[in-house]
């Protein structure tokens, strides 16, 4: 069963381009080198409020994933510009509109 990390989070406004433009060589990365990796997307929540929405092959490879991101250059560039984490969570998918697959929690 697929995991979501749903990471809650604030910007510097003087920050926010620099994230942004550090984005995309971060999911290259993630792609290339934490297994379990399936998608990442960011969500703007607010003037300097984001949302990660990560997806991972299981609960097991995002717990693992956390701390191997730390050893991910790509990755700590986009982290070193996080002013605060406000929350960090994970959950099993329980249902997913886009799957033939029926999924039961």
Excluded: K, N, Y
Excluded at 76 to 87: C, G, K, R, Y
């Amino acid at each position: 069963m697929t995991a979501i990390e749903l990471a809650r989070f604030t910007v510097r406004q003087q920050d926010i381009d620099t994230m942004l433009a550090r984005r995309p060589a971060m999911a290259d990365a993630l792609r290339e080198r934490i297994p379990g990796f399936i998608d990442l997307r960011l969500v703007r929540l607010d003037e300097h409020t984001w949302l990660d929405i990560v997806e991972w092959t299981d609960r097991p490879a995002a717990e693992v994933a956390q701390a191997a991101v730390m050893q991910v250059p790509e990755c700590t560039a986009v982290f070193e510009l996080i002013d605060q984490v406000v929350s960090m969570e994970h959950g099993a998918v329980a249902f997913h509109a886009g799957s033939a697959e029926t999924v039961r929690a």
